[in-house]
């Protein structure tokens, strides 16, 4: 893991509307390579489309995107979506065993998953490789979160994409989804970004945190600040005055 702040994703001056409503304003900064950058703020901030801005699903209406130094719309983006994977907080599973979901990044090329890699994928999010011929129905949500999370790692994303993935799971099942996701960034230098409305889970997990509101970044910096935030409406919103 670099030790030292490097980008691996950077915006520049970068704007979105949907419909002539603004969801993303002139938003700059950059996401550290390798580390854990958790983004808080209340529903509506526009943090999932930010995440949809990174990964190629929609393009900015002004500024500009950098991935490795490298503009986003230079991208095929099928090879971008294969470097930035998406994890959900509900994510769609197909019906059958946990084998055919953790196969379907490969199955979309026409490629198989070999059975050991799935084996391994699958002891890479702490489930046992007998869970391979598990029908996915039978599988508790936290073990369903964590196939969806092995399945993105099939195409072994550099940057990892989270949005509230524990936060319908009970208090166990998500503590074992942080280490889980700890676990992938250290032993892969995973660049991780995960929207989180737990503002202890981005505090704890987080090296780096943003906070977004109105589609604005009101501030940034190591997860740290959030115990003394300098902008009155961080202050405001981590005291819970502000939805």
């Not at 930035?84 to 979309?108: C, D, E, F």
Request: net charge neutral; hydrophobic share 35%; charged share 25%.
């Amino acid at each position: 893991m670099t030790t030292e702040f490097e980008p691996i994703i950077t915006f520049k001056n970068v704007t979105f509307s949907d419909r002539n409503v603004p969801i993303i304003k002139n938003i700059s900064g950059s996401f550290a390579k390798g580390k854990i950058t958790t983004l808080v703020g209340p529903s509506g901030a526009g943090k999932t489309t930010l995440f949809r801005l990174c990964n190629g699903l929609i393009s900015p209406d002004s500024g500009q995107i950098i991935i490795n130094d490298k503009p986003i719309d230079e991208y095929d983006p099928i090879i971008l979506r294969r470097k930035i994977g998406l994890a959900l907080q509900s994510a769609t599973m197909l019906s059958g065993s946990v084998y055919k979901n953790l196969s379907l990044p490969l199955t979309l090329k026409g490629e198989t998953l070999p059975e050991d890699d799935a084996k391994e994928l699958l002891e890479d999010v702490s489930l046992g490789k007998d869970f391979l011929n598990r029908n996915i129905n039978d599988l508790s949500g936290g073990q369903k979160q964590k196939v969806s999370i092995a399945r993105t790692l099939v195409n072994r994303p550099k940057v990892l994409l989270l949005d509230e993935i524990t936060s319908s799971l009970d208090r166990i099942s998500q503590h074992d989804i942080e280490e889980l996701i700890q676990k992938i960034n250290q032993k892969y230098g995973t660049t991780i970004v995960w929207i989180t409305h737990n503002l202890d889970q981005a505090l704890t997990i987080g090296d780096y945190s943003w906070v977004m509101m109105a589609g604005e970044v009101l501030e940034t910096g190591k997860s740290e600040f959030l115990n003394n935030p300098k902008d009155e409406r961080v202050k405001r919103f981590i005291k819970g005055d502000l939805e």
